[in-house]
């Protein structure tokens, strides 16, 4: 989807609103923050692989996103201060990754020595 919000995400957002902020919207109010909500920054990129996993009883998910940067520098500082990079789980998720990468090669190994040998 090319936009930042669909239509349910908008709904869930006016639904999250104080009863009384709600009730005073006009209808031309409610369709600006519809028309405020499409964003035209976040378009398709290059690489876009978003994965969703059973994992240890509940349903976990994977996004990664690649493609030139088009964000502002400030955005870039925002964003980097609210999900910064050195996390605890970042760090298991990649310790995650390398050890399986290295566990396939050393099966990778393990069978083309055994290919190898006869």
Do not use: C
């Not at 600006?32 to 964003?39: D, E, G, P, R």
């Not at 088009?70 to 760090?91: I, K, L, W, Y």
């Amino acid at each position: 989807m090319d936009q930042a919000l669909g239509m349910g995400e908008v709904t869930d957002l006016l639904a999250r609103l104080p009863p009384e902020v709600l009730d005073s919207l006009t209808a031309d109010q409610r369709a600006a923050l519809w028309q405020a909500s499409k964003s035209g920054t976040w378009k398709r990129h290059a690489i876009n692989i978003r994965l969703s996993l059973p994992l240890f009883g509940r349903r976990m998910f994977l996004t990664i996103v690649g493609g030139s940067d088009r964000r502002a520098p400030d955005r870039v500082r925002r964003e980097s201060r609210f999900h910064p990079f050195r996390t605890t789980g970042n760090a298991l998720f990649l310790i995650a990754v390398a050890v399986a990468f290295y566990l396939v090669a050393v099966l990778g190994i393990f069978a083309l020595h055994s290919v190898i040998g006869f």
